[in-house]
C-alpha cells in the first residue's frame, strides 16, 4: 500500500488559474482571496508536484510595465528554484480582454489577429525563460454565436495561417515548442471551432509543420459534448498526438464544471488512468480543475491532494487489475486470438484477399457467443470497490 504521495516522475502539475480559482461563476463574484503566486508555488511545492503552468496574464498582469513584469517573473523564478517546481507548460491568455471578445485568430476584425499574435509571440517569450517545453492553445473565445457571411470558413484559414506562424517564430527563436491544441465544444461561445479530439486532429494534418502539433484533451470538454474521454485520449495516442493532458471530472451536459479529479465517474477515471498508464504515456499530468465554490483555502489544498491521490490510487488500481488472474482470464476469453486469420487480415494481398473469400463461416456460431463482458465489468466495479 502506498501513501499515495506525488513524486516527481508522477509529473503532476496544477495552473497557476486551478488553485487560484477564486470561486467566481456567472452568478457570484469570489469566496475566497486570490493568494500570492510565491505562496502558492510553495504550497504545491510541498504536495511534491511537479509543474505549475500559466497563461501570461496569470503571472504578468496585461498592463505591467516592462519594469514590473521583470519584477513578477524575477520573483516567481525565485519561487520555483526555491520549491523545485518547473514550467513545464505556458499558455496564452485570449479570452479574458474584452478585444477577444469575438475571438482572437478568429476574429472577423484583422486588428483583433494581429494583437493575437503579438500577445501569443510575447506569450511564448515568456513561457521559455521559465523552461515551458508545451504551449497550449485554448481557444475559448475562437466561436460564434452568429455564423454571418463566410465566418465559419474565414475562421478556419486565420487560426491554421496563424498556428504556422507561431510554428516558425517557435523555430525562428530556437525555443523547441510542442504545441497543444485543446478542444471545446462550447462556453463561452455557442459554438466553439474545432470542437473535439477528433475535430483537433484532423486539423493538424492541415499545418505547414504537423508534426510540432498535437492535442491537448480536457476531460471535461469531451464529457460536456457526451463524448467518451478515454475513445478520444486512445485516438490521440494512436496518432502519436498526445502532448499534454487536462485532468479532472464532469457531469454529461453540465456547463464547464472542472471538478476534482474522480469526483463525478470513478470508473471512466480508472479506464483512463489504464489508458496512460499500459501506453507508457510520459508527459505532464495536468489537473485543470478547481475546488467547489464553497471552499475555503483549507478546501483547495484537500481539492488538490484529492486530484493527487485519486490518480495514484488509480493507478494502484490498474496494476492490480493487470495482476488479477480471473480478470485476466476473463479477458483472455474475451479476445479471440487466431494466428493464421489475423496473418491473412493485417494485410491486403491478392492471395490473402482470395483466401478470406474462400473461408468458410460460421456465422450464426459468431452471433450466438456471449462476449463475458458483464463479469469483466461487475470484476472491474468489485477491484475499485476494494472487494477484491
Ligand atoms: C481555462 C479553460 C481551460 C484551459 C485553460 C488554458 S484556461 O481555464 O477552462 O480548460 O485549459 O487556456
Ligand atoms: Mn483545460
Ligand atoms: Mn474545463
New binding site residues.
Given amino acids: 500500500m502506498s501513501s499515495y504521495t506525488a513524486k516527481p516522475e508522477d509529473k503532476f502539475t496544477f ?1 497557476l ?2 488553485v487560484n ?1 477564486p470561486g467566481r461563476d456567472p452568478f457570484g463574484g469570489p469566496t475566497r482571496h486570490v493568494l500570492p503566486i510565491p505562496y502558492v508555488v510553495e504550497k504545491l511545492g510541498q504536495l511534491g508536484v511537479w509543474g505549475v ?1 500559466l ?1 501570461d496574464n496569470d503571472l504578468v498582469p496585461i498592463d505591467a510595465t516592462a519594469a514590473e513584469r521583470d519584477a513578477i517573473v524575477k520573483e516567481f523564478k525565485q519561487a520555483l528554484s526555491d520549491n523545485n517546481v518547473i514550467v513545464p507548460m505556458a ?5 479574458s480582454d474584452p478585444a477577444f471578445k469575438d475571438g482572437a485568430f478568429t476574429s472577423a476584425d484583422a486588428r483583433v489577429r494581429a494583437y493575437a499574435l503579438q500577445k501569443t509571440m510575447e506569450s511564448m517569450d515568456l513561457g521559455a525563460e521559465l523552461g515551458a517545453k508545451i504551449y ?3 481557444g ?1 473565445r475562437e466561436g460564434s454565436e452568429v455564423d454571418a457571411g463566410s465566418k465559419t470558413m474565414d475562421a478556419l484559414g486565420h487560426f491554421r495561417d496563424s498556428l504556422n506562424f507561431l510554428c516558425e517564430y517557435s523555430k525562428d527563436q530556437g525555443y523547441d515548442y510542442k504545441f497543444a491544441l ?1 478542444p ?1 465544444p462550447n ?1 463561452p461561445r455557442a459554438d466553439i471551432y474545432l470542437p473535439t479530439v477528433g475535430s483537433a486532429l484532423g486539423f493538424i494534418a492541415t499545418l505547414d509543420n504537423p508534426e510540432m502539433v498535437g492535442v ?1 484533451p ?1 476531460v ?2 469531451e464529457t460536456i459534448a457526451g463524448l467518451s474521454f478515454p475513445h478520444a485520449v486512445a485516438q490521440a495516442l494512436d496518432a502519436g498526438k498526445l502532448f499534454h493532458i ?1 485532468l ?1 471530472d464532469q457531469k454529461i451536459g453540465r456547463f ?1 464544471q ?1 471538478l476534482r479529479f474522480g469526483a463525478e465517474n470513478l470508473k471512466m477515471c480508472f479506464h483512463l488512468v489504464k489508458l496512460l498508464l499500459d501506453n507508457t504515456y510520459s508527459g505532464p499530468k ?1 489537473f ?1 480543475a ?1 475546488a467547489l465554490r464553497t471552499e475555503d483555502e483549507a478546501g483547495v489544498w484537500a481539492f488538490a491532494k484529492g486530484c493527487i491521490r485519486t490518480y495514484l490510487i488509480l493507478e494502484e488500481k490498474v496494476r492490480q487489475y493487470n495482476a488479477d488472474p480471473e480478470i485476466q482470464a476473463a479477458l483472455s476469453e474475451y479476445f479471440v486470438r487466431d494466428a493464421a486469420l489475423e496473418g491473412l487480415s493485417k494485410k491486403y494481398s491478392p492471395a490473402n484477399a482470395a483466401a478470406l473469400k474462400a473461408m468458410p463461416v460460421d456465422r450464426l456460431a459468431l452471433g450466438a457467443r456471449g462476449m463475458g463482458l458483464e463479469k469483466i465489468d461487475q470484476l472491474t466495479v468489485e477491484l475499485l470497490y476494494g472487494i477484491r
Fill in positions: 495552473g488559474w486551478t480559482n503552468n497563461h499558455t496564452t491568455n485570449l479570452f497550449v492553445f485554448w475559448g485543446e471545446k462556453e491537448n480536457e471535461a470538454h487536462d479532472n464547464d472542472d495536468h485543470d478547481h
